[in-house]
């Protein structure tokens, strides 16, 4: 097995130690993380750049680049469509859900549902959002790991042990602003990391074209399977309408991202840093795409795991670094750092987040619960750094059961899609849909993640089928490999239509189907409940008599249908006079609004 030389560490050793002096820097100099919103939201001070990378570091992570590298590789570039739904969701959040976030200004987004149907919905989307956040981190650290071992030999408990310290010890110290600051420089090692594969494959198959007709000739090029068939992996219609789902629940509903356009210093400037990070997603998704062609293009006549060089093809893409890249001093180290970086700057994220989360959902309730106070300032700076350190050392004990996944890249988007789906459709509901009541929403939520939960990780499913691959080059004649492979797939094609039909509905599906079911689900149950009586919608009017919505925690343009629907009534409130013979109301006690609202609409009246 090959290793990495001397520059070729030092160069990993140089990004480590950044990652650790930026979290000392913040701790200590910029800034200090003094306060809880400096210390969990920047401060609300940050520019757009740091922001806009960190929404595309944060989840397109090292899963992005082994996995989507070898999707391309052995599925061909159906995968690519789902830049679409980037473009075609992006208005979707900006306009529409960051908006009501924005306004409420808190460090967890559950708090909407706390105000939206209750504390119930608050606690049973937050916990989901854990559980998610805790099975994704999990294989984020198991990925780089995984890449070094197969380039280095390096033993994978210590890969996992460094990413994890490292990781925490500067997202617990440093705070938000490390944590943007450090995404910025790890978003540029992950772009080096991606196209020093192309470039070197360019350099040595002679020209792009080459590679591109080798693709082509080989049936890797294929874009236009319009099937509508659920079972059928990777379609138009699995990447446009569950890429859109997946993206939402993601850029839209997760704290995770949330947390970061909040940190920023307005409205504006919150969407002008998902309208950035769409151009860098796309850009990293795209030369992701190409370079699993360009790996292909390589290794065209000899797979690596047909010769039995590798255990997995998510291997098979720093494989390929050892072979072109290691006569060409410190390029090898270059791409493992990228690796690296692109699993710190989400395990970070999901820190820092998770943090969040249970300082304010869980141990911010149960104080005031049970001990009749609230936390200081003070106090809940200290249990954000405390969680934080918790989160980290859970991060690394999840990677070590990481290891039993197959698929990088489709484990991870499952897994967003299984709970992440479900999510988007109860915020969905609350934001959209003003008969919505507390029971339905649970409701809808629980039968969602019971179905999501059933068809993703439901047993058996029907093995995934490569396209050919070919050892008619290796320098052993192993065709053996390929005769058993090849026959292992005939049977899997001829055994597929006994596989249970809803373990066989395409992963992409799974945030989509998870939206729906909790959506519908929902207004459903809120209908029933209300008409037996069992629940109500109360919670969003302002007054006793049921007459005056909230209207800011619905998306706009709800909210200004519902403010101009009520305009008339926002100035009748009870003591009256006359004037001229007739008799008016003026208002005595306006309801609660926004100050600013308020005086909007007394200028109106």
Known sequence: ??????????????????????????????????????????????????????????????????????????YGTMFVLINLSYVLSTPVAAYLIIPVFYRLKTASVYEYLELRFGYA????????FTLQMVLYMGIVVYAPALALEAVTGLNQVFSIVIVGVVCTFYATLGGMKAVLITDIYQSLLMFAAVFSVIICAWVKAGSLEVIWRVAQENGRINLTNFSVDPTERHTWFTQILGGSATYLAIYGVNQTQVQRLMAVRSLSAARAALWWCLPILCLLSLSTCFSGLCIYWYYRDCDPLLEGRVNSRDQVMPLFVVDTMGEYTGLAGLFVSGIFCASLSTISSIISSLAAVTLEDYLKPLVSCCAKRTLSDRQTLWYSKLLSLFFGALCIGMAFMAGSIGGLLQAALSIFGIIGGPLLGLFTLGMYVTKANEKGAIGGLLISLAFCFWIGFGQPKPPLVSLDMSTAGCPVDRSFAR??????????????????YLYRISYMW???????????????????FALL??????????????????????????????QRRQMPLLVVTGTSSEIGGITTETATSPPRLDEIEWEKHKAVA
């Open 1 to 74: 097995m090959a290793t990495l030389g001397a520059w070729d560490y030092a160069i990993l050793a140089v990004v480590l130690v950044i990652s650790v002096a930026i979290g000392i820097y913040y701790r200590f100099v910029g800034g200090k993380q003094s306060t809880t919103t400096e210390y969990l939201l920047a401060d609300r001070s940050m520019n757009v750049t740091p922001v806009a990378f960190s929404l595309m570091a944060s989840f397109m992570s090292a899963v992005t680049i082994l996995g989507v590298s070898m999707e391309n590789y052995q």
């Open 121 to 128: 919905t608050r606690l049973a989307a937050s916990l989901s």
């Open 483 to 500: 005769d058993i492979f090849l026959k292992a797939a005939t049977a899997v094609a001829e055994e597929e239509q006994h596989y249970f």
């Open 510 to 528: 799974y945030a989509a189907l998870g939206f729906v079911i909790t959506f519908f689900g929902g207004w459903l149950l809120s209908w029933l």
């Open 533 to 562: 009586k069992w629940d109500n919608n109360r919670r969003i009017y302002q007054d006793a008599d049921c007459t005056l919505i909230k209207h800011d925690l619905f998306v706009p343009p709800i909210a200004k249908r519902l």
